[in-house]
């Protein structure tokens, strides 16, 4: 019969690979992992709560230059896309990074509905991003708060 | 200390200890050789808090700062006059990203190696975008090293590692001493798999593969053009720096392709 600690951790643990399997995360997070210990054990939460907050701060801008009809600053939406590659780069968001590479394309080319629908589109996945990983956090706290220790997985 | 680095100018971690009064010159070596002093520049505040993790977990001091010109502010370099003053800074190593706004990482190079305080101060350039043009003009300008973002633990304790070599040996001579030559992590980096090496994304990628959305128009380089020079051993990348670096000056603009393009431990 399973305790509470080893149904939490193996949930932790698949629901972990998950997220890699299905291409949310790649190996940046496995990276910021590592820079996590007991003195900083809330590492990882921090930095991605920093680039959810940039996500939002920076789909705004490109939400406010695409609403300039008529007059939309191309170059502007396309720097707001760089900056979000890359922080979405450094924190190993990878599907939010690949879109980026697609919204770029649609800047550099000027297409006002590819560069909404792409807009649409990162929106939409930074979101679930947060959610999913809010849920991988939470099932964290919860192995803590059963006295387990977080299992380290090998993807 | 994200609240600290989050208003956008110098978060001084540590900040007892972030600066020290240099006396006589840059060459004379630190008293704690283990105290090495980073001033890392990044205009995105996600990047600036991961550097400063992966320098700090590596012992290093950080200063970090979003911005050529703050760069040059903290560094006394932003006002006309030679600084002559005992009141220099110690700082061992500047890391800079090359993009950003105002004044890019490349123009900082310039400005540092220009001036006398500063110019012996390795200066490493990190870039989201793997361009060659762009990493032989920093090479060429003296940048020490150049590194690929998302930039990582294995390509942090490399710097480390031959920073304090200089800073301990007083010659030019970046041998590598034994008990270095693998970092050993903590974690187990993940075994390759489709998961962690992924064709789709390019700037993760290990260096054999060329970013796609590169915006230079020069074309990728194939495997062999990388990893062609004779010094660089295929098992172990961790040695690039040493066979690479020992017969050339440190210095030197000239460096292979296979050090340049080294971003990653093959460990990834």
New interface residues.
């Given amino acids: 019969m399973d305790t509470l600690v080893a149904q939490l951790q193996r949930q932790f643990r698949d629901y972990t690979i998950s997220l ?2 299905q ?1 949310f995360l ?3 997070f ?6 996590q ?1 007991e003195c ?1 054990p809330d ?1 990882v939460a ?2 991605v709560s ?2 959810f907050e ?1 996500c939002e701060k920076l789909i705004g801008n490109m939400a406010r230059a695409l609403d300039q009809t008529g007059n939309v600053d191309f170059s502007l939406v396309g720097s707001s896309v ?2 979000l ?3 979405s ?4 968001a ?1 599907r939010v ?2 879109l980026c ?1 697609t919204f ?2 649609c800047c550099d080319s000027q297409s006002f509905e590819g560069c909404v629908r792409c807009l649409q589109q990162v929106d939409i996945e930074y979101k679930s991003l947060k959610a999913k990983l809010q849920d991988l956090f939470n099932l964290e706290q919860q192995i803590v708060q059963a006295g387990g220790r977080i299992p ?1 997985v ?2 | 200390y994200s609240s600290m680095a989050r208003d956008g100018g110098v978060s001084c971690l540590r900040s007892s200890e972030t600066m020290r009064v240099g006396i006589g010159g840059m060459e004379s070596p630190p008293l704690d050789l283990d105290e090495v002093h980073v001033l890392a520049v990044d205009d995105s505040l996600v990047d600036r808090i991961v550097i400063e993790r992966l320098l700090r977990i590596t012992s290093c001091k950080v200063t970090a700062v979003d911005s050529g010109w703050r760069a040059l502010e903290f560094l006394g370099l932003d006002n006309e006059k030679a600084s002559a003053e005992l009141d220099r800074l110690k700082v061992d190593l500047i890391i800079t990203d090359y993009c950003m706004p105002g004044m890019t990482g490349y123009e900082l190079l310039k400005k540092i190696k220009e001036s006398s305080s500063f110019r012996q101060v390795p200066v490493v350039i990190m870039s989201s975008e793997n361009v060659l043009t762009r990493i032989d003009r920093c090479l060429e300008e003296g940048a020490e090293d150049f590194l690929l973002k998302p930039v990582k633990l294995a390509d942090v304790k490399r710097l480390r590692s031959y920073l304090t070599r200089d800073v301990k040996l007083s010659n030019a001579n970046k041998r590598k001493l034994p008990e270095d030559s693998v970092p050993v992590n903590t974690s187990l980096p993940p075994p390759p798999s489709p998961f962690t090496i992924s064709p789709v994304s390019s700037d993760s990628s290990p260096p054999l593969t060329i970013s796609p959305e590169s915006s230079d128009s020069s074309p990728p380089l194939s495997p062999l053009e990388i990893s062609s020079s004779p010094l660089s051993s295929p098992i172990d990348d961790e040695d690039d720096d040493v066979l690479t670096s020992s017969p050339e000056s440190s210095s030197a603009p000239e460096e292979s392709p296979a050090r340049r393009q080294k971003m990653r431990s093959p460990l990834d």
């Avoid at chain 1, 780069?89 to 190993?92: A, I, K, L, R």
């Fill in positions: 890699y399997h291409g790649d190996d940046q496995t990276e910021l992992k590592k820079l210990d900083s590492f921090e930095v920093l680039f940039d760089h900056q590659k890359g922080s780069s450094s924190v190993g990878k990074k690949g590479v770029k394309e380290q090998d993807i």
